[in-house]
């Protein structure tokens, strides 16, 4: 296997690119303080930047007064790439998700593992290296050829080795992989990873034809795509997304004729369009206030409101190399004054939910740790945290949150942080709310340059490993001088702790579910003792369709699965 660029980032810097770049609420500009205080980007991981280059074709998307079976989408996203390579922003991922297949899918409306372009689920060998998945037979991707074994080795292969924004998640975990038959692809992992399989679900993950893509670092295709889905991609510009239905799918057909995606410059514009019927379905990013008005209109005026949580989890990260955070009795007096419930109200109009673990609550293994241990605002309780380690109103803490400049939901979240935090605690604490470019900011986060910043977090799997593993392991470090090489160092707390390192490996090699659950219940009371994170909200989701639209709606992996619509 070829080795993987070095210039490939780590983990942790690739997630944080994600993060910083793909953010609508961080480029937004809005009229007045009102807006201010209302707003709420409810997907903040979906990119807002420039489009891909137009392809050859431009079909711009049907009326919604064509009855013609198509489904016209609006949104203000749009797609950087859509080469499944190099793909890791959630609007194309979205896309590939229903333009290829992968080995393994979700059961419509769980988080059931399903066999998808596999036949079974995988033969797993007894040290948990090798997994051996035999695939299904008769079908073809949308330019004729042939899926088989070969192909999809290709394709892993090549996922991994060109180097692309997501090639970590294979190239760290997979040593080889093979066809060990015309249908029988053959799998080793360097160590053992329970949610292998989880991974395999992951959009880029999918069949592409080796006669039209290539192995080669930094080799993409931007502005196509062939694979092997229920759609095939039509048409591809900055304005417009077309999917065809493909006619040869070898699974369930589309209800609908096609898919015609309208991307808007500005929330007004997708709302006002939305509200006047030019739009059959409006999905992200709509603002507080208009999914505060469309929910209220929505009896009266024709159109459905599907909403659900999400997996985005947002959080304050501790710098415990910095003082005060250094002292664990100031991280414990932070996490007892922040009040979730004023965050949500008064930034979010309660369209989120206050969030107790850094594993999000639709997990059957979330534990409210923080809730139990801290309560909200509970100020008492941070007096007495910040008197054990000297601090009092002749001797006041005086800490900063930092924040990306251009994230103004960050910057209101900071100040009610500040001024909830002041009011609670008069002349005992001073919060500086401080800012940075996001490039700078996310530079020096890995550096250890700031004691506090606030980020937030999307997953590239469902499974809680994606919540616990890039924040509290450490490869490198000691308990006296912390992390000096790894995920929590990347992060930016450089946390360190003997036990956690040992249970995260253990749950990684863990093939039983209940004792899985155990080690991550663990996991989190540690967190929560630790305190070098401070979970603050989790982000839900809204899609409106118009009356007569039927099979809308948001998976609880997040996915949005456009073939089970109709009208």
């Known amino acids: 296997m070829a080795m993987i660029p070095s210039y490939r980032r780590s983990i942790l810097a690739q997630k944080f690119w994600r993060l910083r770049f793909s ?38 998307p049907t009326d919604t ?194 898919i015609d995606i309208q991307i808007f410059s500005n929330a007004a514009n997708l709302y006002n369009t939305f509200v006047t019927s030019g739009l059959d379905i409006a999905y992200q990013t709509l603002d507080p206030d208009q999914i505060a008005s469309l929910e209220k209109d929505a009896s009266t005026s024709g159109w459905q409101v599907i909403k659900a949580g999400t997996t985005v989890i947002n959080f304050m990260t501790l710098n415990q190399k910095l003082e005060p955070f250094n002292d664990l009795n100031v991280r414990k007096a932070i996490a007892a004054m922040i009040d979730r419930n004023l965050i949500n109200q008064r930034v979010f109009q309660g369209q989120a939910d206050p969030l107790y673990s850094l594993i999000p609550n639709s997990f059957d293994t979330y534990q409210p740790v923080f809730k139990d241990a801290y309560g909200d605002g509970d100020f008492e309780q941070a007096k007495a945290f910040l008197a054990a380690a000297g601090f009092s109103e002749s001797n006041p803490l005086t800490f900063d949150i930092w924040y990306p400049s251009a994230s103004t939901t960050r910057s209101i979240v900071a100040n009610t942080l500040k001024e909830s935090i002041e009011k609670g605690l008069p002349g005992i604490v001073n919060v500086i709310v401080n800012t940075a470019e996001s490039t700078t900011l996310w530079e020096n986060v890995e550096k250890g340059v700031y004691s506090a910043v606030l980020s937030n977090w999307y997953p590239d799997y469902y499974d809680p490993d994606t919540f616990i593993q890039p924040f509290m392991s450490c490869d490198r470090g000691s308990l006296a001088g912390l992390c000096e090489k790894g995920a929590s160092q990347g992060s930016g707390s450089f946390y360190y702790s003997n036990r956690a390192n040992s249970l995260i490996l253990r749950q990684q090699a863990e093939q039983n579910a209940t004792a899985r659950n155990a080690i991550f219940t663990e996991l989190q009371q540690i967190l929560a003792a630790d305190v070098p994170y401070i979970p603050l909200w989790q982000d839900k989701d809204y899609v409106f369709a118009h009356d007569g639209v039927t099979g809308v709606t948001i998976q609880p992996t997040q996915q949005f699965l456009l073939w089970q619509i109709s009208k």
């Open 23 to 60: 953010a609508p609420f961080f480029v937004k500009q809005w009229r007045s303080l009102g807006q201010l205080i209302g707003l709420f980007s409810l997907c903040c991981f979906l990119i807002v930047s420039c489009g891909g280059s137009s392809g050859p074709q431009t079909t711009t």
């Open 65 to 258: 007064a064509e009855t013609n079976g198509r489904i016209t989408l609006g949104t203000t996203l749009s797609a950087r790439t859509l080469d499944p390579a190099d793909a890791y922003e959630i609007f194309p991922g979205i896309l590939l998700y229903n333009l290829g297949d992968r080995l393994y899918a979700y059961a419509p409306g769980t988080t059931d593992l399903i066999p998808q372009l596999a036949r079974e689920m995988p033969t797993i060998s007894a040290d948990g290296l090798t997994y051996t998945i035999p695939l299904r037979q008769n079908v073809t991707l949308h330019d004729g050829t042939p899926f088989n074994a070969e192909v999809m080795a290709f394709s892993i292969r090549r996922f991994m080795e060109n180097g692309g924004r997501p090639a970590f998640l294979l190239a760290e975990k997979v040593d080889w992989v093979e066809a060990t038959g015309d249908y029988e692809l053959t799998i080793t992992l360097k160590d053992p990873f329970a949610a292998f399989t989880a991974l395999l679900t992951f959009w880029g993950v999918t069949p592409v034809p080796p006669e039209s893509y290539e192995i080669g670092a930094g080799t993409f295709n931007p502005n196509s795509f062939i694979g092997s889905g229920p759609y095939k991609l039509a048409a591809f510009s900055p304005d417009a997304i077309k999917l065809d239905v493909n006619q040869d799918y070898w699974g369930e057909k589309p209800l609908n004729q096609g």
